[in-house]
C-alpha cells in the first residue's frame, strides 16, 4: 500500500494547513470533516498512481474519495468546484507532466481547495491561494530563471491584493509580499533552504495577519 501514498511532505504539510485555515473560518468541527479529509486525502494520494502508471489504483482511490467527498460536503457547488479544478490538473499532468506551468497552478489550486471546501468562502479561498502561489513562483524562478514566472508571480499577487481591497479588506496580510516584488524586480540569490525557511516565515506572518484583520 505504501506505493500509493505520497512521498512528498511538503504536499501533506499544505493539505493539512489548509484544512486547519478553513475550520478557523467556519470554527465547526463534526465527524463530517473527518470524513471530508478521509476523501480529499484520497483523492489526493491518487495523484502517486498517476506517477508510478497504475490507472487502476488511480480509479478506486479517485471513486473512493469523491464518494466521501460528496457524503459528507453536501455542497454540489463547492464540490463542483473541486472537480473543475481536479480535472485540468489530471490532464496537464498526464499530456505535460508536474513541472509544467498550468499543471503546478491547478495543483496548487487543487492543494490549497480545503479552505474552500471547509470555509465556504470562495473569496478567503483566493486570497490564500494567490499569496501561496506566489510562494511557489518565486522559488521556481529563483531556480529555472523562467521569465513567464516573474509575470505569473507579478500577475497573481496583484489579482490577490485587488480581491483583498475590493471586499473592503485590509491590505496589510500581503505586506510579506512586498519581498517578491523586489524579487520580481531586483532578482537576488540565496540558497534553496533559506529562500524555504524565509517563504515558510513569510506565510506565518501572512496566516497571523490575515485572522487579525479577516471578519467572516
Do not use: C
Not at 489530471?90 to 497552478?105: A, K, N, P
Request: net charge positive.
Amino acid at each position: 500500500m505504501k506505493r500509493y501514498i505520497l512521498k512528498h511532505h511538503g504536499v501533506w504539510v499544505i493539505s493539512n494547513v489548509s484544512f486547519l485555515l478553513g475550520y478557523l473560518y467556519s470554527r465547526n468541527f463534526s465527524l463530517n470533516l473527518l470524513i471530508t479529509w478521509a476523501g480529499f486525502m484520497l483523492i489526493l494520494n491518487s495523484k502517486q498512481s498517476l506517477f508510478i502508471k497504475k490507472y487502476l489504483p488511480f480509479l478506486i482511490q479517485s471513486l473512493a474519495g469523491w464518494f466521501l467527498l460528496g457524503v459528507s460536503v453536501r455542497n454540489t457547488t463547492i464540490v463542483a468546484a473541486t472537480i473543475v479544478i481536479a480535472i485540468p490538473y489530471v490532464v496537464y499532468f498526464l499530456i505535460w507532466g508536474d513541472r509544467f506551468v498550468y499543471s503546478v497552478i491547478t495543483g496548487f489550486a487543487f492543494l490549497v481547495l480545503p479552505v474552500y471546501i471547509v470555509s465556504g468562502s470562495f473569496l478567503y479561498y483566493l486570497v490564500i491561494l494567490f499569496y501561496f502561489l506566489n510562494a511557489v513562483f518565486k522559488i521556481r524562478y529563483m531556480v529555472t530563471g523562467e521569465k513567464n514566472l516573474r509575470k505569473l508571480g507579478i500577475l497573481f499577487l496583484f489579482a490577490g491584493l485587488f480581491i483583498v481591497v475590493s471586499i473592503g479588506l485590509s491590505p496589510l496580510p500581503y505586506l510579506p509580499l512586498l519581498d517578491n516584488l523586489y524579487f520580481y524586480a531586483k532578482p537576488y540569490r540565496v540558497k534553496l533552504t533559506t529562500a524555504g525557511w524565509t517563504e515558510t516565515l513569510k506565510s506565518l506572518i501572512f496566516v497571523s495577519l490575515l485572522f487579525l484583520v479577516w471578519r467572516p
